[in-house]
């Protein structure tokens, strides 16, 4: 029999399990431009808990690697296909379970889109403050797999700061609740966390509570312009000391695919700085004469909610801009701020000496950066050069004291750089982590710990 009947005969008729030729490559690679993929064997579209433990059981048993899928949306080849393995895609089991507004806590399934909670605690003046730029369609099982951030981290912390516990089934099939959803509670070591970012390689997460907040209020956003990147990034730990709910950079080769495509006044700037601030307008009043101290060429702030909308539109058309040039190429490294602007002169060198394109935006308030390499499509030589750009960024970034991902996760295109970056002890206590809860290794693997 072959693993896709066999796994029909543990879990019944029931049970979603696509083997379609045809459907199977659209559940076998995310968004990563360089990530290689696999050939699953099934699909399971689970629908619950135990459709999960029994798959699983069924894995362990026969050392079948499982691979588990949210939207889809990563970008370093984590929800990838092995060869011959099951994905557990999360997709369907997507219910909100329960909004507690008295303990500020919702109970999710791990295939909830992340905007769509957010939407729903609105009601209640509450928020899901966890923002990535793809929360209109990643899940929140995807966003803890990979412990996503988003631009609000410079004030409220990436996702672990923002989930209280889990339900989990093991690499053998058990289910296992982790955390409380308790604001506090130190009985246990924090396995929580360890599974937080783990990106489906210790087990599958089946039910997430999350802590909601009171709804910040609409933020005043402020745009500066510099000449050059030094300067502005002069200005960032003061800036950062005012508590801004969002704190962005872009430089000027992403000025410039802006202008090309959507002109919105930033010919010849050298670098745009916009800043937001939910609590009171007169943060951004200050965040204007620190801007100007640090020689801004312009600056000024709004908070009419349309304004703001047109302010930040810059920083939303980065990728986009680049991406319609060509094949583009996301990193995600994170350095000191007092770093950033090496990082950037580092990677305009490598631009210039490898003939590519790469424009860099990115989260100011944290050092997280996303340098954007653009080649032609289809064209073998430029993409070698592309790759080999894209880990030598890393390589300037880890040097610079920084990490090779800051947010989307190591997945399979970033295994080499943890390796560099993460000493012989560390490697030794992720691998024998991993064996604690995965002793076959059929979770995910290949991906995260080298
Ligand atoms: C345009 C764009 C913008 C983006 N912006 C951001 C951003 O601002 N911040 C950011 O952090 N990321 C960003 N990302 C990357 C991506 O959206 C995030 O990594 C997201 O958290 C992935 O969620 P997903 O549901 O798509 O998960 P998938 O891509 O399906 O999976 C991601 C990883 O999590 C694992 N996984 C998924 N579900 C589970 C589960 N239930 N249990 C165990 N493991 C699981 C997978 O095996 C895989 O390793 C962006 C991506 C795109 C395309």
């Known amino acids: 029999m072959s693993i896709a009947e066999e796994l029909r005969k543990v879990l019944g008729d029931q049970a979603t399990i696509i083997t379609d030729t045809a459907v199977l490559p659209s559940y076998s690679r995310d968004q990563s431009q360089i990530a290689k993929n696999g050939t699953p064997a099934a699909v399971l579209l689970a629908k619950n808990e135990s459709e999960i433990a029994a798959a699983l059981k069924f894995a362990h048993a026969n050392a079948i690697p499982v691979v588990a899928r949210g939207a889809g949306s990563g970008l370093s080849g984590g929800a990838n296909a092995v060869d011959g393995s099951i994905v557990i895609s999360l997709e369907k089991m997507n219910r909100i379970i329960e909004i507690d507004p008295t303990n500020l806590i919702a109970r999710v399934e791990p295939g909830v889109i992340n905007l769509e909670l957010d939407k729903e605690v609105s009601q209640f003046s509450l928020a899901y403050l966890p923002d990535p730029a793809s929360r209109e369609w990643s899940t929140i099982g995807g966003n803890v797999a990979t412990n996503a951030g988003g631009m609000c981290c410079v004030k409220y912390g990436v996702t672990s700061h923002h989930v209280r516990a889990i339900r989990m089934v093991t690499a053998d099939g058990n289910v296992v609740a982790l955390g409380s959803a308790l604001k506090k509670s130190v009985t246990n070591l924090d396995l929580l966390h360890l599974i937080v970012g783990s990106e ?138 007092s770093q950033i602007s090496n990082l950037v002169t580092a990677v305009e060198k490598i631009a210039s000496e490898s003939g590519l394109l790469i424009g860099i935006f990115g989260h100011a308030g944290d050092g997280n950066m996303h340098p954007t390499i653009v080649y032609d499509h289809g064209d073998a030589d430029a993409e070698f050069k592309a790759v080999a750009a894209f880990n030598q960024i890393i390589k300037v970034a880890q040097d610079l004291g920084g990490t090779a991902s800051g947010e989307h996760g190591i997945g399979s295109i970033k295994v080499e750089s943890a390796l560099r970056e993460s000493g012989e002890k560390i490697i030794e206590l992720q691998r024998a982590i991993k064996k604690v809860f995965d002793p076959k290794g059929i979770l995910n693997p290949g991906k995260k710990i080298p």
């Open 200 to 337: 489906g390689t210790l087990g599958i997460i089946t039910e997430i509570t999350v802590a909601l907040a009171v709804r910040p209020k609409p933020a005043t956003t402020l745009i500066a312009t510099f000449a050059s990147i030094e300067e502005a990034m002069r200005a960032v730990p003061e800036l950062v000391a005012l508590a801004p709910s969002m704190l962005e950079v872009v430089d000027a080769t992403t000025l410039r695919a802006v202008e090309e495509w959507k002109p919105l006044g930033f010919e010849g700037v050298g670098t745009v700085l916009l800043m937001q601030s939910d609590e009171s307008p007169d943060i951004c009043a200050k965040g204007v004469q620190i801007a100007e101290k640090h020689g801004a060429i312009d600056a000024t702030y709004s908070d009419d909610p349309k304004d703001s909308a047109d302010l930040i539109q810059v920083r939303k058309l980065a990728y986009p801009a680049l991406e319609r040039k060509g094949a583009a190429l996301l990193d995600d490294v994170c350095v000191p701020i």
